[in-house]
């Protein structure tokens, strides 16, 4: 079993639905984070949470929300879904150490027509 | 703002060569290094992470790091087909979160 695990894997939804992308982790780890991968875009940070009660701002929150239901679950909100949030989406979660690494989920590939 | 800067590639090697990837770095605070391998449509898996300066060995993977020159590099000895991928580097300043390069694709041929 993954230690990082995100549902969907695929998704196809039209513009402006809600949509909903989850994270979960067995790794035990606090930190959590959301990226989207864009070709020729490399990684960019969504939201990311350094535990349960805390939630921060990545370079690239606008039009996107995220819930941090427990140390262990992380979600990704498209509040109103358009064509250019089409994109590979990531989780990821690091242990708090300061010379942690990310550890990445499979990824959601979210396409928005 | 924190950069990662890599050459896009792709870099072409035949098999059997050592692969060289380079990663500059504007933060000279950066304090840990980590190289990603990402296979087209897949996860970036970490292979490497340094940090302190000078080289890092572990199996065909050689990491390197200069903080002076805020430089970081990969070699990849003996290259395989396998190793086709783009590759992530990726900087840490303390307990902030990384920042991602680009990536380099690497193509191996036979």
């Known amino acids: 079993d993954a230690d990082v695990t995100q549902t969907p894997r695929n998704r196809i939804t039209k513009t402006g639905k809600r949509i909903m992308l989850e994270c979960s982790q067995t790794k035990g780890h606090d930190r959590m984070y959301w990226y989207r991968q864009d070709p020729g875009l490399g990684l960019r940070l969504i939201y990311y949470s350094f535990d349960v009660k805390d939630i921060n701002k990545g370079e690239i929150s606008d039009g996107y929300s995220v819930s941090r239901q427990a140390q262990a679950k992380f979600s990704l909100s498209l509040e109103s879904a358009i064509p250019n949030q089409t994109a590979l989406y990531f989780c990821a979660t690091s242990a708090r150490e300061r010379n942690s690494p990310l550890h990445f989920g499979n990824g959601t590939r979210l396409t928005v027509t | 703002q924190k950069e990662v800067e890599q050459n896009s590639g792709p870099l072409s090697v035949p098999e059997g060569a050592i692969a060289s990837l380079n990663c500059t770095y504007s933060?000279?605070?950066?304090?840990?290094f980590f190289w990603y391998r990402q296979y087209s449509g897949k996860s970036p898996e970490l292979i490497m992470s340094i940090y302190s300066n000078g080289d890092k060995e572990d199996g065909r993977f050689t990491a390197q790091l200069n903080k002076a020159s805020q430089y970081v590099s990969l070699l990849i000895r003996d290259s395989q087909p396998s190793d086709s991928a783009t590759y992530l580097c990726a900087v840490k300043l303390g307990y902030s979160t990384l920042t991602f390069g680009k990536g380099t694709m690497l193509l191996v041929s036979p």
């Open positions: 933060d000279r605070g950066s304090q840990s």
